[in-house]
């Protein structure tokens, strides 16, 4: 997805491919985030129509040929697609039929959340979703990496992510988080390098919100499973605060986020994190 044109961002080499010309990466702040498409239907068939752009397609399970795994997890697989009439590429993760309840409100959370971020420009667009044999495939916009994953091929080099582009991640982050509170009542309750996503335009987007929760009266109660690397004290120990938590949980994963994914290779190696982000 493009993006209206920034302040010229920060950068940082990436790693040399098969030319010999030098790529940035480009890491961009967007102030004002493009019209987004609207709120696409909530009633889920053997096939959907989606929106990119300026395009509409329909689109069946049959039309979809896999190019690559993109991550695989306890709750499913995501792809990378090819739409075949169109040749649009896009993500697809596909969410295996289950009995089990959690597993299920999870699915749904995650589906909710998509379906109603189509207007924040911080967040994975969501194109559509559909069955298939049970199974749920939501179609969602392609993006290059995953801040964990960019972290690594830094260390890689010997290098460290500058503190400019650390700032742009983090506002964005931010953007995606404040979007979540004030205009959905959500929580996130996963933040960390590998729900963050970025793209080869700079362009970074929150993903994931399988555990995400509703929050009444600005708190939350529940107590969903999460990374516990990254959660706030309340979260890991719910004595700690027996009025539940608030948003604050999810700007503590955001810290935790960013001071590790600041990490140079000698502090990374010296604390045994640089793999495991």
Same mark, same amino acid.
């Given at each position: 997805?493009?993006?209206?044109?920034a302040s010229?961002p920060?950068?940082l080499?990436?790693?040399?491919?098969?030319?010999?010309?030098k790529?940035?990466?480009?890491?961009?702040?967007v102030?004002k985030?493009p019209v987004?498409?609207?709120?696409?239907?909530?009633?889920?068939?053997?096939?959907?129509?989606i929106?990119?752009?300026?395009?509409?397609?329909?689109?069946?399970?049959?039309?979809?040929?896999?190019?690559?795994?993109?991550?695989?997890?306890?709750y499913?697989?995501v792809?990378?697609?090819?739409? &075949?009439q169109?040749?649009?590429?896009?993500?697809?993760?596909?969410?295996?039929?289950?009995?089990?309840?959690?597993?299920?409100?999870?699915?749904?959370?995650?589906?909710?959340?998509?379906?109603?971020?189509?207007?924040?420009?911080?967040?994975?667009?969501?194109?559509? &979703?559909?069955?298939?044999?049970?199974d749920?495939?939501?179609?969602?916009?392609?993006?290059?990496?995953?801040?964990?994953?960019?972290?690594?091929?830094?260390?890689?080099?010997?290098?460290?992510i500058?503190?400019?582009?650390?700032?742009?991640?983090?506002?964005s982050?931010?953007?995606?988080?404040?979007?979540?509170?004030?205009?959905l009542?959500?929580?996130?309750?996963?933040?960390?390098?590998s729900?963050?996503?970025?793209?080869?335009e700079?362009?970074?987007?929150?993903?994931?919100?399988?555990?995400?929760?509703?929050?009444?009266?600005?708190?939350?109660?529940?107590?969903?499973?999460g990374?516990?690397?990254?959660?706030?004290p309340?979260?890991?120990?719910?004595?700690?605060?027996?009025k539940?938590?608030?948003?604050?949980?999810?700007?503590?994963?955001?810290?935790?986020?960013?001071?590790?994914?600041?990490?140079?290779?000698?502090?990374?190696?010296?604390?045994?994190?640089?793999?495991?982000?």
């Open positions: 997805m493009e993006s209206p044109a010229p920060a950068s080499p990436q790693t040399k491919g098969k030319s010999k010309r790529r940035d990466l480009r890491i961009s702040c102030s985030p987004s498409n609207p709120t696409p239907p909530r009633n889920l068939d053997s096939r959907t129509f929106t990119i752009g300026d395009r509409n397609f329909e689109v069946e399970a049959d039309d979809l040929v896999t190019i690559s795994e993109l991550g695989r997890g306890a499913g697989v792809e990378k697609v090819r739409h &075949a169109s040749g649009t590429i896009m993500a697809v993760k596909r969410i295996r039929a289950t009995v089990n309840s959690q597993e299920q409100k999870r699915l749904l959370m995650d589906l909710d959340i998509n379906m109603r971020t189509v207007d924040c420009f911080y967040t994975v667009t969501f194109y559509g &979703a559909l069955f298939r044999e049970g749920v495939w939501i179609c969602m916009e392609l993006m290059d990496t995953s801040l964990d994953k960019f972290y690594r091929k830094v260390l890689e080099k010997n290098m460290k500058p503190e400019d582009i650390l700032g742009e991640i983090a506002v982050i931010v953007r995606a988080l404040e979007h979540l509170h004030s205009k009542s959500v929580i996130h309750r996963d933040v960390k390098p729900n963050v996503l970025i793209n080869k700079g362009h970074v987007k929150m993903c994931d919100f399988g555990i995400s929760g509703y929050l009444v009266d600005s708190v939350a109660k529940t107590m969903d499973a990374c516990k690397p990254y959660m706030a309340e979260r890991i120990n719910p004595e700690l605060n027996q539940g938590y608030n948003v604050k949980s999810d700007v503590w994963s955001l810290g935790i986020t960013m001071v590790l994914s600041g990490l140079d290779s000698a502090l990374a190696g010296l604390l045994g994190w640089g793999m495991s982000v």
